[in-house]
């Protein structure tokens, strides 16, 4: 399977502390999205990036989200310090080259905080 | 702002009648617009985009959509619906007037439900 994976596909973790996310895109994708969804609702942006360049942040991504694409290829998501409502799906996706193209989603990461 | 409007919650058809499911959107220019179904414990599938060109867009699995700029929707239609159709579908919208080049905005969702 060549899609967008994510690991992992999920994580119970208690308040205050911090949990990693991992996503590999599909390999000749170099824009790399990382969304939020919660239940009922659409996928929220939170940031992109363009090879290894984060072109934009969501202020939905506060102070203690940080996210990284260190060699233009795989990307982290990093929550320090989680809080209840951190728990969510987080989604990442991939599309190729130009904003006109699809993006193509991960599985998600499902987070629950205690 | 750009913006999207999924106004029905849920959508309840039986197999083999006609499907539409509803979106509506506000944009700045000229909107880019995109379908996509999300299944159980599955991530979210490309269905289909409007981006320019004829209104009525064929996408996967039998799905099309119309572009109506005069009532600024894209609904998303199936001549004859399924029961594996039964799913999560999200309407979506770029502004390209918009600063971010790639940042679109989905829709809160529409239940789609066919029974036997």
């Known amino acids: 399977d060549t899609g967008v994976s994510q690991d992992p596909r999920h994580k119970i973790t208690k308040r205050g502390q911090n949990v990693t996310f991992r996503c590999d895109p599909i390999?000749?994708?170099?824009?790399l999205y990382w969304y939020r969804q919660t239940l009922g609702q659409g996928p929220e942006f939170l940031t992109y990036?363009?090879?290894?360049?984060?072109?934009?942040k969501s202020r939905l991504l506060s102070d203690r989200f940080s996210a990284e694409r260190p060699k233009g290829s795989f990307s982290t998501l990093e929550i320090q310090r989680t809080e209840q409502g951190d728990s969510a799906m987080y989604l990442c996706?991939?599309?190729?080259?130009?904003?006109?193209?699809?993006?193509?989603f991960g599985p998600g990461t499902r987070l629950t905080v205690t | 702002a750009q913006s999207v409007a999924q106004p029905e919650d849920q959508v309840n058809v039986a197999e083999g009648n006609p499907l539409t499911v509803k979106c509506t959107y506000s944009?700045?220019?000229?909107?880019?617009l995109f379908w996509y179904v999300q299944y159980p414990n599955r991530g979210l599938q490309f269905l289909l985009k409007?981006?320019?060109?004829?209104?009525l867009v064929k996408g996967s699995y039998g799905f099309e959509a119309e572009f109506n700029k005069s009532q600024t929707s894209f609904h998303l239609k199936k001549p004859s619906a399924l029961v594996s159709d039964s799913a999560l579908y999200f309407c979506?919208?770029?502004?390209?007037?918009?600063?971010?080049?790639?940042?679109?905005?989905f829709g809160s969702g529409t239940r789609l439900s066919i029974r036997p």
């Open positions: 944009v700045s220019g000229n909107p880019y």
């Open positions: 390999s000749e994708h170099n824009r």
């Open positions: 996706a991939s599309s190729y080259r130009e904003g006109l193209n699809e993006q193509y």
């Open positions: 409007y981006i320019t060109g004829d209104n």
């Open positions: 990036f363009q090879n290894e360049a984060q072109l934009e």
């Open positions: 979506a919208v770029r502004d390209p007037l918009y600063s971010s080049a790639s940042k679109i905005i």
